[in-house]
């Protein structure tokens, strides 16, 4: 493992970039974990991230969706249950072979995603709002910098967080 000292430029208060990068991390985890909250008072982690998948990739079969949350078929099927029973998915007929069974958001499982990312996007807002307009435009182009470095995460690494 290496250090934020051993890599990495200096900046001007004697951290790293690196050290700067992970402090910074810290704070978007914090963010990120502040707005699940309420979502988490109705749904369990594990329930949530079946939500995200289906949010922004649709109807799913049931092999499909355990799949992607990395879960056997049996575990995901008793998460499934609780979803359909809370009113969050529903099952349906696969239109395409009526022998499948889909799993699909309802309005509100949909309203409950919907709620988690338009919270997070107000925490992040708060934020800003308290940085310089010139700390604003630095932090965007240096964000966008990053992103582009790092590329696009894999779904299984943002499933680990429900995201």
Do not use: C, Y
């Not at 982690?45 to 289906?54: E, G, T």
């Not at 029973?85 to 309005?107: D, F, H, I, K, Y």
């Not at 919270?119 to 307009?133: A, K, T």
């Amino acid at each position: 493992m290496t250090t934020g000292r051993a890599h990495g430029a200096a900046s001007g208060d004697g951290r790293t970039d690196i050290d700067a990068t992970v402090i910074a991390s810290r704070a978007l985890l914090g963010i990120i974990a502040r707005s699940m909250v309420p979502a988490l008072e109705s749904v369990s982690l594990p329930q949530f991230r079946a939500l995200v998948v289906l949010s922004s990739s649709g109807a799913q079969r049931m092999g499909v969706l355990a799949e992607k949350l990395g879960i056997t078929i049996s575990t995901f099927t008793r998460t499934a249950d609780r979803l359909v029973a809370g009113g969050w998915a529903q099952r349906e007929a696969n239109p395409a072979n009526r022998r499948e069974v889909l799993l699909s958001l309802t309005t509100q499982g949909r309203d409950l995603v919907s709620s988690v990312t338009d919270h997070r996007r107000g925490l992040i807002e708060d934020v800003i709002d308290r940085m310089s307009p010139t700390d604003r435009e630095q932090l965007g182009s240096s964000l966008r910098a990053f992103a582009d470095a790092a590329g696009e995460p894999s779904g299984a690494d943002l499933l680990v967080l429900g995201l």
